[in-house]
């Protein structure tokens, strides 16, 4: 297995920190690559190469020629390093330019080796793209590795960013989006590379939904203004020499004030643009929004934008609401700390989320819910930086199911609803990016949702319809893996719970829901014969239906309390002799 070179980049004001792990390895411990601008191109080690091969296909990563001195095919960029330390491991570096170039742009000087396609775009690409295009790097068929990506780059402004903005603006006309907030602004990023779409693309997103679209323009223009006054803020930070926190934290309330109460028509109606249209191009819709005199306020929410733009900056700022729309200027301190960004690979937090989520499953009370809720922020940051893990989008969701059954249990319901609520949309979005093989995620996605239905009392149709989906969605995994017990176990539950609640609700055909019911859970029997709880739970299920036909006074009564009473008593069999406080053997 490849050791990974750790590099992590803290972000303080204006000052850039990286910090490197110290390798024991050199220029005589390189196997792969080149640690001399691809002249030479180290292809040495065959357990190295083969390592590399196996790494980089599945990218969808194509085989191309490289080497001016000696010539190699290689998988990846000519200027990856593969080491055999001096400590016997193997080490992987300069990892930076592993997917494939964007086309460059004649106005970013050596373009093709910083702006890269997201890997989710390149691994749903039809075919395989060289690392390399548009680079010296290459020694032969330049020109059809330059074409393969060119083909890319096409389908990505053509198809994919269209496709992606119809459907983030359907989202937000489903989920009644209406204004823009902070939320909105990072669940939009996320969206983003999910579809493999680099956010600096944002511009064309909003120039490919119709101009009536209004709500949803104004909601990717906020974002937009939000990103481009961060990065005017660090722009000013890096040209100036102050070091004193407080001196910089003044700056930035100058900053803070200069763009959101003391500016110019100038300042929205053309400088701001221009930055736009360098960072976003065809964010600016010409026509309307072109002209001077147009105030570009007019597209966004300003409050809003600059809480986007406090959390993109990492500022503290002490304002409200009513002081900024006042248009008062803000004192100098209002800025209390610029809090420094880690950027890092997502692995660390991944696997701190995972520890975290093995302790709370072994805690109890308030313990365990904090366990849980720092396991949830741990995997969030995860998805901040690798939103196209099905994996981390389970993980989350699986954290937000746990911490919700706590919330419910303790009878806050709707913190609850809102934890099983992001479960839900994280579930969905571990379904979409792993359709096959995965059942565990369509098991705990029927069980959150299960969950959610139970205090939908009060809407007795949302209720049925969660209950639905969660009865579905079980089933998915269950054709996944027929032999999971927990699954068929909780088809039977869901089922069992849809009867009961449509039997309160006087909504038919319950013995049709309840004979369903019993179908899993004889499975489940079949499965394990000498657990208590598929005899258990069979019998709750009959013991609904019973009452439910003697409040009915149908005559059948006294054949589905027979049936409970069998059941009850192949549980006792089994040693369980209470349930719900009353005495089986009674």
């Known amino acids: ?37 691809g002249k030479t191109v180290m292809f040495s080690d065959p357990e190295i190469n083969n390592m590399v091969r196996t790494l980089m296909k599945p990218l969808n990563l194509k085989r191309h020629a490289v080497g001016r001195t000696a010539r190699v095919e290689i998988y990846g960029p000519a200027d990856l390093e593969v080491h055999r330390g001096k ?11 592993v997917f494939p170039p964007l086309l460059p742009d004649k106005k970013r000087k050596g373009s093709f080796l910083y702006r890269l396609f997201r890997p989710e775009f390149i691994q ?25 990506v060119r083909e890319a780059y096409q389908k990505l402004i053509d198809v994919t960013i269209p496709e992606a903005a119809k459907r983030i603006s359907a989202r937000w006309k489903d989920d009644n989006v209406t204004e823009f907030s902070p939320e909105i602004g990072a669940s939009l990023v996320r969206e983003l590379k999910l579809s493999g779409i680099n956010v600096e693309f944002l511009g064309l997103v909003r120039a490919s939904l119709p101009v009536e679209d209004t709500v949803a323009r104004k909601l990717i223009m906020s974002e937009i203004v939000a990103r481009t006054l961060k990065s005017a803020t660090s722009d000013t930070l890096r040209g100036i020499n102050a070091t004193s926190p407080d001196v910089v934290s003044s700056i930035i309330g100058g900053l803070i004030n200069l763009y959101f109460l003391q500016t110019s028509a100038d300042f929205w109606g053309w400088k701001i643009k221009l930055d736009i249209d360098r960072d976003f191009y065809g964010a600016i819709y010409k026509p309307e929004e072109g002209p001077h005199e147009y105030d570009l306020r007019k597209s966004i929410d300003l409050w809003q934008v600059f809480l986007r733009f406090k959390d993109l900056a990492r500022l503290d700022v002490a304002v409200t609401k009513e002081e900024f729309e006042s248009g008062e200027s803000l004192p100098p301190t209002c800025v209390k700390s610029i809090n420094p960004r880690l950027k890092r690979m997502y692995i660390f937090d991944y696997v701190q989320g995972y520890a975290l989520a093995e302790v709370a499953a072994a805690e109890h009370g308030d313990q365990s819910e904090k366990k849980w809720q720092n396991a949830e922020e741990a995997y969030a ?5 690798y939103p196209a893990g099905w994996h981390a989008f389970m993980h989350h969701g699986n954290t937000l199911l746990r911490l919700g059954e706590l919330k419910a249990k303790s009878g806050r319901h709707p913190d609850a609803a809102q934890d099983f609520k992001v479960g839900d949309a994280e579930y969905a979005l571990a379904a979409r990016l792993k359709p096959q093989g995965a059942p565990n995620i369509f098991k705990n996605w029927g069980i959150l949702l299960k969950q959610m239905a139970m205090p939908l009392s009060y809407d007795p149709e949302a209720q049925q319809r969660t209950l639905t989906r969660a009865i579905n969605t079980l089933k998915q995994g269950y054709e996944m893996d027929p032999t999971d ?6 088809i039977g539950l869901t089922l069992s719970n ?33 657990l208590i709880s598929p005899w258990l739970n069979s019998g709750i299920a009959f013991y609904y239906q019973a009452t439910r036909h003697h409040e009915l006074r149908t005559g059948d009564s006294t054949t589905y309390f027979k049936k409970c009473f069998e059941k009850y008593e192949k549980a006792v069999n089994a040693g369980e002799t209470r349930v719900n406080g009353v005495d089986l053997l009674y």
């Not at 609640?501 to 489940?524: H, L, N, R």
């Open 124 to 148: 749903a690409f039809s075919k395989p793209v060289s690392s390399d295009a548009f680079s010296g790097f290459q020694v032969d068929n330049a020109a059809e590795h330059n074409d393969e």
């Open 485 to 490: 017990f927990m699954i068929l176990e909780n």
């Open 1 to 37: 297995r490849p050791s990974l070179h750790v590099i992590v980049l803290t972000r303080d004001r204006r000052f850039d920190l990286v910090t490197a792990s110290c390798l024991r390895s050199g220029a005589d411990t390189l196997k792969d690559g080149s640690n001399e601008g």
């Open 498 to 530: 849809k009867g009961l609640y449509a039997s309160a609700q006087s909504i038919e055909p319950i013995d049709e829901i309840f004979k369903e019911s019993q179908e899993y859970f004889s499975k489940s029997q079949e499965l394990k014969p000498n």
């Open 87 to 97: 400590d016997g491991r193997i080490y992987m570096l300069d990892t930076a330019r």
């Open 381 to 385: 940051k995860v998805l901040q930086r």
